[in-house]
């Protein structure tokens, strides 16, 4: 079954949203677990900030930033999230899609 213009819309819209609030998503989408979770935990150890943090919030840290590599990368979601989760919003692409329907 194909998707209608406005369910793709509304799928790339919600993910593009949602990597524009969690920037972290557009390097953890697209590539298989083990290279975004590495990802991940890199970009989360190579801040910081968070090496000022105490063991606990630390280890809350870094377990959040796996928990949102394993969402990027989760079999559940479909091409098109994934492609909206690399690309943040973009009201010109959003306007632009929604002008042609």
């Known amino acids: 079954m194909s998707q209608s213009k406005y369910?793709?819309?509304?799928?790339?819209?919600?993910?593009?949203?949602?990597?524009?609030k969690i920037p972290i998503l557009q390097k953890l989408s697209g590539t298989d677990i083990e290279i975004s979770d590495a990802i991940a935990v890199l970009t989360y150890i190579n801040d910081p900030e968070n090496?000022?943090?105490s063991g606990i919030e630390?280890?809350?840290?870094?377990?959040?930033v796996l928990r949102l590599s394993h969402f990027a990368t989760s079999?559940?979601?479909n091409e098109i999230t994934k492609m909206g989760l690399m690309m943040p919003q973009s009201q010109d692409i959003i306007s632009t899609f929604k002008e042609e329907e």
């Open 7 to 20: 369910e793709f819309w509304k799928e790339a819209s919600l993910s593009q949203k949602l990597s524009d």
């Open 51 to 53: 090496l000022k943090k």
């Open 58 to 64: 630390f280890m809350i840290g870094l377990l959040d």
């Open 75 to 77: 079999e559940r979601n």
